[in-house]
Nanobody, 120 residues
Framework: VQLQASGGGLVQAGGSLRLSCAAS????????MNWYRQAPRNQREFIARINNGGSTNYADSVKGRFTISRDSAKNTLYLQMNSLKLEDTAVYYCNYNIYTIGAPGGVDYWGKGTLVTVSS
């Protein structure tokens, strides 16, 4: 399974971007689809999750501004980011936890990341 994140770029503070994550390969079932980000000199942090049932949860730092969604038929993940702030500048990574026989907790796959830069 390979994941490819896209949609990053340069945007002014207060603006919006929509990230996408496309999956290729054989996928039986996705347990959770997640977005993380890593700012310079910081650790990678969790941003948002959507599970197999469609429930979502968000980090407090993005709640009310970011929306995670998916196209289940295409195994594609989205992140709509509104009201962007300077501190949202980071490389954004998508992560899928995929059901795999023999791996009770599923297997994690990561995209290579897409850079979001928010300017003043």
């Amino acid at each position: 399974v390979q994941l490819q994140a896209s949609g990053g770029g340069l945007v002014q503070a207060g603006g919006s971007l929509r990230l996408s994550c496309a999956a290729s390969g054989r996928i039986f079932r996705i347990n959770t689809m997640n977005w993380y980000r890593q700012a310079p000199r910081n650790q990678r942090e969790f941003i948002a999750r959507i599970n197999n049932g469609g429930s979502t949860n968000y980090a407090d730092s993005v709640k009310g501004r970011f929306t995670i969604s998916r196209d289940s038929a295409k195994n594609t993940l989205y992140l709509q980011m509104n009201s962007l702030k300077l501190e949202d500048t980071a490389v954004y990574y998508c992560n899928y936890n995929i059901y795999t026989i023999g791996a009770p907790g599923g297997v994690d796959y990561w995209g290579k990341g897409t850079l979001v830069t928010v300017s003043s």
